[in-house]
């Protein structure tokens, strides 16, 4: 299989992100917040886009803003069904080529402590933990969640 090449996102994007977003986490994004995000100064949203000619958005998307010399990582993911397959290092990679691009010297995120297959991406593509935030998600359940705070140099 080809793997799908990683494009930036354009506005005519903006409902498919969110439909993403919908099957890949409990408290989703909407379009419209998907929207003003990308509207914002340094934003930019990167897909993965199979090889058929329709192009079609099929595996995953990251979603970064770059402020000055600072990028933050503000949501990636890849659909159930295509994950393990290296999606997520592929667009992350991008990702941090073109924060740094931008004048970024540096990445930062935030992940669900539970969330172990990303801390696990995570740290294996250079970010280390620098902080905690007690209670920052919530579980489908409404149980409290901290959230790991990450960071890599570019």
């Known amino acids: 299989m080809t793997r799908p090449a990683v494009v930036a996102a354009s506005s005519s994007d903006i409902d498919r992100l969110a439909e993403m977003q919908a099957n890949c986490f409990h408290a ?17 949203a990167l897909l993965l886009r199979d090889s058929t000619p329709a192009g079609r958005v099929s595996a995953g998307f990251v979603i970064v803003q770059v402020v000055a010399d600072q990028a933050d990582l503000l949501t990636l993911g890849v659909v159930p069904g295509l994950r393990r397959r290296g999606h997520a290092r592929h667009l992350l990679g991008d990702a941090l080529a073109r924060a740094a691009g931008q004048g970024a010297k540096a990445m930062f995120l935030e992940v669900a402590e539970d ?23 919530r579980s489908p359940e409404g149980r409290k969640i901290a959230a790991v705070t990450m960071r890599r140099d570019l």
């Not at 909407?30 to 990308?38: D, Q």
């Not at 969330?115 to 998600?137: H, M, P, Q, V």
């Open 28 to 44: 989703p994004w909407g379009a419209a917040s998907i929207a003003k995000t990308l509207s914002q100064p340094g934003a930019f």
């Open 115 to 137: 969330n172990l297959a990303a801390l696990d991406l995570y740290r294996a593509c250079g970010f280390a933990t620098i902080g905690r935030r007690e209670g920052y998600y």
